[in-house]
């Protein structure tokens, strides 16, 4: 929970509150900029860093080995893992947006927002779930420990998920291909009430991407 609802809350009082102090250059208002890319935020520490961790441990402790041995195929329990982490990102969701409205947050352009907010979630999700699969699956628990939180904070710094990518210079058409520069940009997008395109298949070739290895890669014990 600390990962999860904490520290995107923290985030985002914070740097709401920091950008007003020293009129930090943004293309609107910061709690409308910086609320989408907190819930950028929210997708990544839940879908990567969270389930990165959780299934690392528990491949060392063997309960994965265990769950592979069960009635239901493995495709499936890979796939309820998942689906745990869509229900924590509705928790998250709530509980951000709320901040945010009360922060003077407008929330997603109508229905079209809300729909482009969902879809950008769950390709954000598919993208980085098989990159923290990846790692868990390939790596030793206390490395996934360690890489996890590594990757984490490099792209909470400079991964261009909370402030837009505009705020990097140069850099920013780089970061656009990093999948948290992606769900940050379509996320802020969505909240506008249209679908970033570009930003989207960026994140669908990541999650095939993430995907394809952690087939070849992934150790059950």
Do not use: H
């Not at 907190?38 to 402790?61: D, H, K, P």
């Not at 590594?150 to 909370?162: F, N, S």
């Amino acid at each position: 929970m600390l990962i999860a609802v904490v520290i995107p809350v923290i985030v985002l009082v914070g740097a709401v509150r920091g950008a007003e102090r020293v009129g930090l250059s943004l293309d609107g208002r910061p709690i409308d900029v910086l609320t989408p890319g907190v819930l950028a935020l929210a997708v990544m520490s839940t879908a990567f860093t969270s389930l990165a961790i959780a299934t690392g441990f528990e491949r060392r402790y063997g309960v994965l080995k265990r769950l592979g041995t069960a009635p239901l195929s493995r495709t499936t329990l890979l796939g309820g893992k998942v689906a745990a982490l869509l229900v924590v990102e509705v928790i998250q969701f709530v509980v951000i947006g709320g901040v945010g409205l009360a922060l003077g947050w407008e929330g997603p352009s109508g229905l079209a927002g809300v729909l482009a907010v969902v879809l950008t979630a769950l390709f954000g999700t598919a993208a980085f779930a098989s990159l923290g699969m990846l790692l868990a699956g390939a790596l030793r628990a206390e490395a996934t420990l360690a890489v996890a939180n590594l990757v984490y904070l490099l792209l909470l710094a400079g991964g261009a998920v909370i402030l837009p990518a505009s705020a990097y210079g140069g850099l920013g058409d780089i970061v656009r291909w990093l999948p948290s520069g992606a769900l940050g940009e379509a996320m802020r997008t969505a909240c506008d009430g249209a679908l970033a395109g570009r930003d989207l298949l960026v994140l669908l070739g990541w999650a095939v991407l993430g995907s394809a290895l952690t087939a070849r890669t992934f150790q059950w014990e």
